[in-house]
């Protein structure tokens, strides 16, 4: 277990709707990033918060965004949903004392839109 | 831009050693780290290269060379549990602390 949580594990949508996504940091980890799987892509960056700030962007889609509140706990928001948005959709943290270069990931919302 | 390459599979009975190779290309670099993620799970940390030489954690070790660019992740004493997916990851220069990966290796043991 890496003491990071993700909600919910899996969700199953539409084409057009609109889903949130919710994590929960690892105790003590101020930095949050968000990752999308894909069969095709792989893991794929795109975007990480640091106490509650965005600290850098990766391959978001303009149709997603992502907010981290005063918990440290982070949304992602993923609008106008499209077929190909199906995939994977990781939380990992770190920046916690003696975490050094590692990410913990949460174990993940898989994401089908139909 | 920065890449990784690494092998998409690699096969070995249990009780074998298997090496897992990753080159990159990075315009600055912080060091290669190795995740492990096995099907449907959340990749997992294994171990971090940050300097030149061998890392040992139990079973697997990793290795860099930064004046090669490459670097591999080797598994010894190979178990049933060890078949997973195997990542090698960069520092995305462009992005702070985020991590690019490479398309992962699938370890597939047999016994």
């Known amino acids: 277990d890496s003491g990071v949580t993700q909600t919910p594990k899996h969700l199953i949508t539409a084409t057009g709707q609109r889903v949130t996504l919710r994590c929960s940091p690892r105790?003590?980890?101020?930095?949050v990033y968000w990752y999308q799987q894909s069969l095709d892509q792989g893991l794929q960056f795109l975007i990480q918060y640091y106490n509650g700030e965005e600290r850098a962007k990766g391959n978001i889609l303009e149709r997603f965004s992502a907010q981290q509140f005063p918990d440290l706990h982070s949304e992602l928001n993923l609008s106008s949903l499209e077929l190909g948005d199906s995939a994977l959709y990781f939380c990992?943290?770190?920046?916690?004392?003696?975490?050094?270069?590692?990410?913990?990931f949460g174990p993940g919302t898989r994401l089908l839109v139909l | 831009g920065q890449s990784l390459e690494q092998p998409s599979e690699v096969t070995a009975v249990e009780g074998a050693i298997v090496q897992i190779n990753c080159t990159y290309q990075?315009?600055?670099?912080?060091?290669l780290s190795w995740y492990q993620q096995h099907d449907g799970g959340a990749p997992t940390f294994l171990s971090y290269n940050g300097l030149d030489g061998l890392e040992e954690t139990g079973r697997f070790s990793s290795f860099l060379s930064r004046s090669d660019s490459y670097g591999y992740l080797l598994l010894q004493e190979l178990q049933m549990k060890d078949s997973a997916s195997y990542f090698c990851a960069v520092r995305d220069t462009q992005a702070g602390t985020a991590l690019i990966f490479g398309k992962g290796t699938t370890l597939s043991v047999s016994s």
């Open positions: 990075t315009s600055g670099f912080y060091g």
């Open positions: 990992a943290s770190s920046g916690g004392v003696g975490s050094g270069e590692t990410q913990y």
């Open positions: 105790s003590g980890d101020l930095s």
